[in-house]
């Protein structure tokens, strides 16, 4: 079932690869005569694969919207590189001191640990570079994406989360309220921001309910997704992650499993999906591509 699921949203994201590829491709530097290895690891970094989520979910509600995906191509690539950054930055050893990703060495192995701390640098500022000059965007809606993306990114959302998890790692188990919390600002903020930028690239002018509405959708569907991404550190091997299997429990790190155990944190993955699900339906968008991306994201867990 895990596996039907995981074809499933690969399906939904495979109609909008081409997109996203080509703009993450196109913004990121081909050569450099000032740093040839940074821009090396900036490509590294940013086109070593992945599910591409994040601009999937931009672009799976701008088309849902009734929107154009090619608008929605470059405001997704600038989530993806500040995505990138942030696993860059996350596997230092300074974090979580991983060798791997993706299937492949960790930026800091391929490269060094200064170089990685530049590329996500690199990474984190080109997303703002790209927002900024998005085709078809209007000047006022980009000016409001640099400002979603920035507190979706910085001290109040990812960053502050990654802060708060680096913190509670080998101490005292947080409680199942402040664990959702974290989590709702390290995963669910970026989650958040990739269907606020799918709803402003269709409709520049939505009212504020329907906004409301696909803001705590994303958030909704982040929180799962990081429920189904603790899930499967617990049962699936390094070879299916791409990365170390169990590499949260031997860091001490709080998860839902840990703190519920599987079974119930399947359900919590399941119930939050519900949640999601429901405000798309209020919205009349159940059965769209986001709608399916977001069941085929936590069915994986099944």
């Keep these: 079932m895990a596996d039907d699921a995981g074809a499933a949203a690969e399906a939904v994201t495979a109609r909008f690869a081409a997109p996203i590829e080509d703009a993450l491709a196109r913004h990121l530097p081909e ?3 000032l740093s040839p290895k940074l821009v090396e690891a900036l490509r590294y970094a940013a086109l070593g694969g992945g599910k591409r989520l994040r601009p999937a979910i931009t672009c799976a509600t ?27 930055h996350d596997d ?25 701390v530049l590329v996500g640098d690199g990474l984190q500022t080109l997303a703002f570079e790209v927002l900024a000059a998005a085709p078809g965007v209007p000047e006022t809606t980009r000016l409001r994406m640099v400002r979603l993306l920035a507190e979706a990114a910085g001290w109040r959302g990812m960053v502050g989360g990654q802060a708060c998890d680096m913190d509670a790692t080998g101490a005292a ?43 705590t959708f994303g958030e909704r569907l982040g929180v799962a ?16 992650l791409g990365k170390p299997a169990g590499s949260d429990a031997a860091l001490g790190k709080n998860t839902y499993p840990a703190l519920v155990g599987l079974n119930r944190a399947r359900s ?11 405000l798309l339906e209020g919205l009349g968008l159940r059965h769209g591509p986001l709608d399916a991306l977001a069941r085929a994201t936590v069915e994986r867990v099944r």
């Design 31 to 33: 050569r450099s005569d």
């Design 62 to 88: 701008c088309a849902s919207l009734g929107g154009s995906v090619e608008t929605a191509a470059d405001p997704a690539a600038a989530i993806e590189f500040v995505h990138a950054y942030s696993l860059v």
């Design 92 to 116: 230092l050893p300074a974090m979580d001191d991983d060798d791997l990703r993706r299937g492949r060495p960790t930026c800091h192995i391929a490269f060094d640990e200064a170089t990685a």
């Design 173 to 215: 188990p947080l409680s199942l309220t402040q664990l959702q919390r974290m989590h709702a600002a390290k995963t669910g903020r970026l989650f958040r921001v990739a269907v606020q930028f799918g709803a402003l690239c269709a409709l520049p002018d939505i009212d504020d309910r329907r906004f409301r509405h696909l803001t």
């Design 225 to 240: 997704f990081q429920i189904v991404d603790d899930v499967l550190d617990v049962t699936q091997p390094s070879e299916r």
């Design 268 to 278: 919590l993955a399941h119930d939050t999906l519900s949640e999601a699900l429901r």
